[in-house]
């Protein structure tokens, strides 16, 4: 006598195809160490990062993309120091190249379980993104428009963080 542990054979046995229906994937628990995040926020090209930091402190950085760090960090340290913005700056991974743009976070959304497994990137579907019409994002414009960063567009990623 044979088994069936392929879940897929059993529904082939046991449903025709007009009566097998697609089932969305149960939630499930996150890895251990690894924390997904929704984040929402104004999106900074990577050349703007470099264009404001070579303009407002006077020096260049590196063309290979090393110094992308030090673009992040300051910007962060000013908008948490001086502006109060508690979400920091993220990396937003381009594909196809090895640099980041980045994000001046403004809302962030994290859970146990999500609906779906996240898929890493940005937030294209419209009943999952996060709404970028808010006081907060205005703010955030303003801030940026006033330390010089040339950046008005809300975008929302999906990313995923390792903590202790």
Known sequence: ????????????????????????????????GLDYQMVGGIYILNAEGLRWFEEKYGRELPKDHSGDATIRMQLAKLLTEQEGQPFGVNYIPRHGVRWCDFLAATQVERREVWEHVPVLGEVTAPEQKMSGDTPREEEMRRILSKLGVQAT????????????
């Open 153 to 164: 567009e809300f975008k929302c990623y999906f990313l995923c963080y390792y903590y202790d």
């Open 1 to 32: 006598m044979s088994s069936i542990t392929d879940v897929s054979d059993a529904r082939n046995q046991h449903n025709s195809p007009l009566e097998s229906k697609e089932v969305a994937p149960s939630p499930k628990p996150l890895p251990p």
